[in-house]
Every structure is written in C-alpha cells, then in structure tokens.
C-alpha cells in the first residue's frame, strides 16, 4: 500500500498471456482487474493504453482550478439553454478503457438518466459512453504529467473526443492547452492551440464553444 501513497501513478505490471492472447483478450482482463479494484478513499484507477493506473486526489491548486472551470462551465452553459451539462468524478467508458477526466461536458439527459433510461449509460451503470461526451478537461498533476500530457491525449484522440482541454501548472509558467478536430486512426489532435497563463483560450467547437479559460480560471501570469 505504501506506493499508492506517491504523487505518481501506479502502473500495474507488466500481464504475461500466451501468444496466441490478442489485444482483445487482454483488454477483457484489464476490464476485469479494474472493475474488482477496491482503492482507499482518495484514489481512482483508470485503464490507459494497456495499463491500469492508480493516482491520487489532487492538491488544493488542482481543485482550486478544476473548481472554477467546472462552475464557470456550468454557467456558461446554462444562459446558452445547452443540452449539455458539466460532471466530474466519471467514469468515461470507450470499449475495455475507462478514464477519469478532472471534467466532463457530456449530454445532460445522460448524465441526469438511470441506467436502464438511455444508451449513454455503460453496463451495470460504470459510467457514461463515450459517445455522449463532448469536451474532456484535464489539471495536471506533480507526478502524472506523461500520463496527462501524452498517454491521455492520444486515448481522447483515439476515442474521437471532440475537445481536450489540458491546464498545466507545470509547464514552464504555467500553460492552457486546447485541443480538438480528433484523428482518431492516428491518436491526435488537429488543431491545437497553447498559451501561458494571463493569455486567455477560446473553446472552438462544441457546446462550450466561445467560452474562455483566463486568469478566473488558472491564477494570474507567473513570474520567472
């Protein structure tokens, strides 16, 4: 238990199948792992690019920042009368892969809806399809920063997530990515647009479009 403890995530080892386990049959075990993981509180597991990976909750600068986006999200949509609504602490589900954005924009009759009530929710109520997701948020954290600026772009990618949004207090001064237009046969983005803190970031497409992430949101510029 003492490794789940780091700032870093917890990759599981390395699965030995025979040759003749195809990347199905091992995404089947991954699923299986994860849905019999029991995590302390404060931790969740997510399945990323062949590996499940346990990190911690974040630290006040993280939920400060995921708090304002989430709120300014939710304002944002509700004068536009959206169809969409903000979540977080959601299971995403595309195939055998689940991921844990530090925010979801998906559809509100989705998010709102019992298991039985739409196609959106995954099996035995684990999470919400992918397909009705149109806007991931990520706020990296010390430790995580290859799986939130590298593993988890391409998995959003290649899941065909509209738009990533990605804030990071640990790149250089502190950035604000936008990402969207997915390839997903190649794992990227299209266009992708980064600026510093104190530049503000327009969200091109989707319900959320024209909304900007500034200073509300990450702090004032830093200083070198």
């Not at 602490?89 to 689940?98: C, L, Q, S």
């Not at 979801?104 to 995954?122: C, K, P, Q």
Request: hydrophobic share 35%; glycine share 8%.
């Amino acid at each position: 238990m003492t490794a789940l403890a780091q700032e870093a995530p917890v990759t599981t080892p390395e699965i030995t199948t025979p040759e003749t386990t195809t990347p199905g049959d091992l995404d089947e075990v991954l699923w299986q792992a994860w849905k019999a993981m029991e995590l302390p509180e404060g931790f969740h597991a997510e399945i990323i690019e062949g590996s499940i990976e346990v990190s911690p909750t974040g630290r006040h600068s993280h939920s400060r920042i995921s708090f304002q986006l989430r709120r300014q999200l939710t304002q944002y949509l509700d004068k536009t009368s959206s169809a969409y609504a903000v979540t977080n602490d959601t299971n995403i589900i595309h195939g055998r892969k689940v991921w844990i954005p530090d925010l979801v924009i998906a559809l509100e009759d989705a998010i709102t809806a019992f298991a039985d009530d739409t196609e959106y929710v995954a099996e035995d109520g684990i999470g919400l399809d992918v397909g009705c997701v149109a806007l991931v948020a990520e706020v990296v954290s010390p430790g995580q920063d290859c799986k939130q600026r590298v593993r988890k772009r391409r998995a959003y990618a290649r899941a065909g997530i509209p738009v990533h949004v990605l804030i990071d207090d640990y790149d250089g001064m502190g950035t604000v990515t936008v990402l969207s237009s997915p390839s997903p046969g190649e794992g990227t983005y299209a266009q992708s647009h980064r600026a510093r803190y104190g530049i503000d970031v327009v969200i091109p497409d989707g319900p959320a479009k024209g909304f900007v992430i500034g200073e509300a949101i990450t702090g004032p510029p830093r200083k070198g």
